[in-house]
């Protein structure tokens, strides 16, 4: 372990051990200062701050070797929020069963019950506080380049495409990617969004000096094991950490799932897309919320009708066929936000164009109207596909549906995109929205896809609130 991540660890250590003692103060506080007790019936004896140092001092030892022991300290990338409340739950609860125990025995008449309930509470909340704080600030640091690692990837193929949605789509990994490299001239010459094709493999030694790379995730197949020992050589010698990603017999990462037989671990390989009872979970859910959300926007709905209506003239809905799951055409139904005849004036305005690939955005586009370039900003025109929604032919959450002169332009991995419904929101819309490239784009919802569950599409739910209302990339 490098010295600054043990600088790291020993003020995590530090700040979890203040929250815990500052949880046991407040404990005894709310107890014997404030008077509050769970119990009616509990006798009230004071006791100064002072009787509870020790067991203040306990609860901080065992709550941290749980944490410890639990693996919370560990360096994991890939660990969310929701895992370390559930660590953090699981070791205090433990902790102060066995901080009860320990004093049933030595001091049974001293302490309040009030207080183990008081200290775990308290423990919880503080030491959750400390870790949104954290995320916040480490998110604030990553947008301005601080506290990442620089990653070059070798390898465009589908295990490399398939690393590099992962790292767009999970901003905390905290990874940078500065560009791959593959030995096809096709996939080495070619970006992908705004990752950088910097060339073949035997580029890697200029690559790691000018690009100040910190470290090298190689994605390339087996059978290009001598070429794999000689990239890890070459990052050795430049002190560059090299990590390999398995490609197990060219299957894609989505498709490989681990278990065991009696602790003997296998290989299993499952469906990449949703199955049956998925898709009849996403759906129920789409009737629910959709039909809430019709109820609840109904009024608004009829506000913004009436102002189309008096600002410009024209239809007040506008429809337009689009592409949704497995190729189907469909008319979908959005409020018009442009004048009449826009989408004709669309060749002339190409020179114009701002988004990569096969996508048509201007963020100041002159054919908006006044009222439209409000609604676009506020997501309001996408309202009446909560109908596309109620009829099946959309998703509350799910990619952006696409035009068919879209799908033409498709490379052959932005197809799988149309295996799962479009929706109104989506990651992507979360991520970004228009600011991100069509690539990018593609790999976010190929990894929703991937990585589909309902407690995905509750958080893209929320997450669409402040989006929507603060207009981030919104044109």
């Known amino acids: ?31 014997y200062e404030l008077e509050i007790s769970p119990g009616a019936a509990e006798a009230f004896f004071y006791q100064p701050y002072q009787a ?99 990653v070059l990837i070798v390898g465009a193929g589908e295990v490399g495409r398939a690393l590099m949605r992962n790292i767009v789509a999970q901003p905390d990994l905290a990874y940078q990617i500065v560009g791959f490299v593959d030995d096809d001239p096709e996939k080495g010459q070619t970006d992908i969004g705004r990752f950088k094709a910097l060339g073949g493999t035997d580029q890697l ?16 197949p087996w059978t290009a094991r001598a070429k794999i020992i000689k990239l890890m ?19 894609s990462l989505s498709r490989v799932a681990l278990d065991d037989v009696g602790g003997i671990p296998i290989i299993a390989i499952r469906e990449p897309t949703m199955g049956m009872v998925d898709a009849v979970i996403k759906r129920i859910m789409d009737l629910g919320f959709g039909f809430i959300m019709l109820l609840v926007s109904a009024i608004p709905m009829a506000i913004i009708a009436i102002l189309i209506r008096l600002d410009s003239p024209g239809p ?37 164009n701002e988004a990569q690939g096969p996508l048509f955005k201007i963020r100041n586009d002159p054919r908006l109207t006044r009222v439209g370039r409000w609604i676009r900003r506020m997501s309001l025109d996408e309202l009446p596909q909560l109908l596309n929604v109620l009829r099946g032919e959309m998703s509350v959450v799910g990619p952006r549906p696409p035009m068919q002169c879209e799908v033409e332009q498709y490379q052959e991995w932005h197809k799988r995109r149309l295996e799962v419904c479009p929706g109104i929101t989506g990651l992507s819309q979360v991520s970004g929205r228009s600011d991100l490239t069509f690539d990018e784009t593609a790999m976010l919802d190929i990894y929703y896809i991937e990585n589909w569950s309902p407690w995905m599409d509750l958080g893209i739910m929320f997450k669409t609130i402040p989006t929507v209302l603060l207009a981030r990339g919104a044109y």
């Not at 991540?5 to 250590?13: A, C, D, G, H, T």
């Not at 030694?205 to 390339?220: F, G, H, M, N, S």
């Not at 497995?326 to 008319?331: K, Q, R």
């Open 1 to 31: 372990m490098r010295h600054s991540s043990w600088r790291l660890l020993f003020l995590q250590l530090l700040l979890d051990a203040g929250m815990i003692n500052l949880a046991t103060w407040l404990a005894w506080y709310a107890r």
């Open 205 to 220: 030694p200029k690559l790691l000096k000018d690009y100040a790379v910190d470290e090298v995730i190689i994605t390339l």
């Open 233 to 251: 050589n070459w990052c050795q010698r430049y002190n560059v950490a090299a990590k390999i990603v398995p490609d197990l017999f060219q299957l």
């Open 316 to 352: 007040i809905v506008f429809t337009q066929k689009r592409i949704g799951r497995y190729g189907y055409e469909f008319v979908t139904y959005k409020f018009r936000s442009m004048r009449q005849g826009a989408e004709e004036e669309q060749s002339q305005l190409t020179d114009l």
């Open 52 to 150: 509870y140092i020790p067991l203040a001092v306990v609860m901080t030892i065992l709550s941290i070797g749980i944490f410890r022991f639990e693996g919370l300290y560990a360096p994991n990338r890939g660990r969310t929020f929701a895992d370390e409340l559930y660590t953090l739950l699981n070791g205090t609860t433990t902790a102060i069963l066995l901080v009860m125990a320990i004093t049933f025995f030595l001091r049974p008449l001293v302490y309040s019950r009030a207080m183990y309930v008081y200290a775990a509470m308290f423990a919880v909340i503080l030491l959750s506080g400390e870790r949104i704080a954290r995320r916040i600030v480490s998110a604030r640091l990553r947008r301005r380049g601080i506290g990442v690692d620089r």
